[in-house]
């Protein structure tokens, strides 16, 4: 019997490494690690972003025949069948995406400046990122007055904030299809540092020239692991919108309709 229960042990470190997929992204054309790109199963709670270096560990188990997808702003997706991913182990490589930009166009005409969006600063409703599982993401739709619209600033009260050093936030923005978040319109990352104890996030859009034509989704993805239990930002009750979430990268959207997240921007049109 105990012969029986050695063996046992030392198939374990087998069957736990044959349930971890690693690997590391690189740019296809200059073979940089692109760093926190998004892995995961489309619509499935099974993904993670890289770190650093590009590299990234994802548990999985009986997914073989599923795809894992690998996305980032700037670079066209790739799918792999899970299955052939763990037979080799070489590099995945994304390739840049020539993005078309939207014309600017000049005008003498006046702008008026608006907030949109929840604007609560309640201290006594949160909400925010389930778990510190890398991909956890979270947002609000946002309703335009006007087309075209331009995005200024975005904001948000943070209610709590217990991480032990500084976190690394995606800002996402995306169109909207049937009331859920649709396709990312930005052209290129943008990251949000929180500090410790920092108790609200007022981040400048205006150097990245957004524009938007419709109705919008914006969200906050948690990219970097830090000490702590996460953030959770102001919220308010019934009335005030839903909060939309997926719990990794790649992971199917879920609405909320409890309470409405506290994002807002500063927007001109």
């Not at 182990?89 to 400046?113: A, F, G």
């Not at 169109?175 to 007022?202: E, M, T, Y």
């Not at 400048?204 to 969200?219: A, T």
């Amino acid at each position: 019997m105990r012969s029986v229960f050695i063996a046992l042990l030392l198939l374990l470190p087998a069957a736990y490494a044959d349930a971890q997929l690693i690997g590391i992204v690189k740019d296809a054309k200059t073979g940089e690690a692109l760093a926190y790109v998004n892995v995961g199963i489309p619509s499935k709670g099974v993904g993670t972003v890289t770190n650093e270096e590009g590299a990234f560990k994802l548990n999985i188990s009986n997914n073989d025949a599923d795809s894992l997808r690998v996305s980032m702003i700037g670079y066209l997706p790739q799918y792999f069948l899970i299955g052939d991913l763990k037979k080799h182990t070489d590099v995945i490589k994304l390739l840049p995406n020539d993005i078309q930009l939207k014309e600017v166009r000049i005008t003498n005409h006046k702008y008026i400046e608006k907030v949109l969006g929840n604007t609560t600063k309640s201290k006594s409703v949160n909400a925010g990122f389930t778990s510190n599982d890398l991909g956890n993401e979270i947002g609000a739709i946002i309703k335009i007055k006007k087309s075209p619209t331009y995005l200024k600033r975005f904001n948000v009260a943070i209610n709590e904030n217990t991480n032990q050093d500084s976190s690394i936030l995606r800002l996402n923005i995306y169109s909207v299809k049937n009331g859920l978040p649709d396709k990312n319109i930005l052209n290129q990352n943008i990251f949000v540092i929180v500090k410790k104890g920092q108790d609200q996030i007022a981040f400048d859009l205006e150097p990245y020239h957004i524009m938007v034509d419709d109705n919008f989704f914006i969200s906050l993805e948690w990219i970097k692991n830090s000490a702590g239990h996460g953030l959770k930002f102001s919220a308010s009750l019934l009335g005030s919108g839903a909060i939309i979430a997926r719990e990794a990268s790649q992971a199917k959207w879920e609405k909320f309709g409890i309470a409405g997240l506290g994002f807002n921007v500063l927007a001109e049109y």
